[in-house]
C-alpha cells in the first residue's frame, strides 16, 4: 500500500509565494517520476509540472518562470515552490507518483494524492 500526502496549501495574496510538499510513504520499492497537477473551479484536471527520477523537469506553460518542481529522493518527497501566484492559479493542487511497490509485485502503478486547496486573492 502506498500513500501520498499533501501539505502547504492556504490562502495567499496576489504576487504572493507559497510552497506545496507531498510525501510518499508504504511499501515503497522505486519512485519513477512525480508531478502536480491541479482542479480550478468548474474546471478540468490539469497538469502544472513534472520531474523524472533523473531530475529533468516539465511545465505547463501557465506556469513557466514562476513554478519550479524538485525532489527529495532520500525522503520520498515531492515539492512545488510557486511564485509570483496569481488569482488564476486558485485550484486543489494534487501531487502524482509513479510507484514500484513491493505490495505490487514491484509493478509500476500511478497513485495520487487528497489535495490541497491553494486560493489566491486580495
Known amino acids: 500500500q502506498v500513500q501520498l500526502v499533501e501539505s502547504g496549501g492556504g490562502l495567499v495574496q496576489p504576487g504572493g509565494s507559497l510552497r506545496l510538499s507531498c510525501a510518499a510513504s508504504g511499501s515503497i520499492f522505486s519512485i519513477n517520476a512525480m508531478g502536480w497537477y491541479r482542479q480550478g473551479p468548474g474546471k478540468q484536471r490539469e497538469l502544472v509540472a513534472t520531474i523524472a527520477s533523473i531530475g529533468s523537469t516539465n511545465y505547463a506553460d501557465s506556469v513557466k518562470g514562476r513554478f519550479t518542481i524538485s525532489r527529495d529522493n532520500a525522503k520520498n518527497t515531492v515539492y512545488l515552490q510557486m511564485s509570483s501566484l496569481k488569482p488564476e492559479d486558485t485550484a486543489v493542487y494534487y501531487c502524482?507518483?509513479?510507484?514500484?511497490?513491493?505490495?505490487?509485485?514491484?509493478?509500476?502503478?500511478?497513485?495520487w494524492g487528497q489535495g490541497t486547496q491553494v486560493t489566491v486573492s486580495s
Open positions: 502524482n507518483a509513479g510507484v514500484s511497490s513491493y505490495s505490487t509485485n514491484y509493478r509500476l502503478f500511478n497513485y
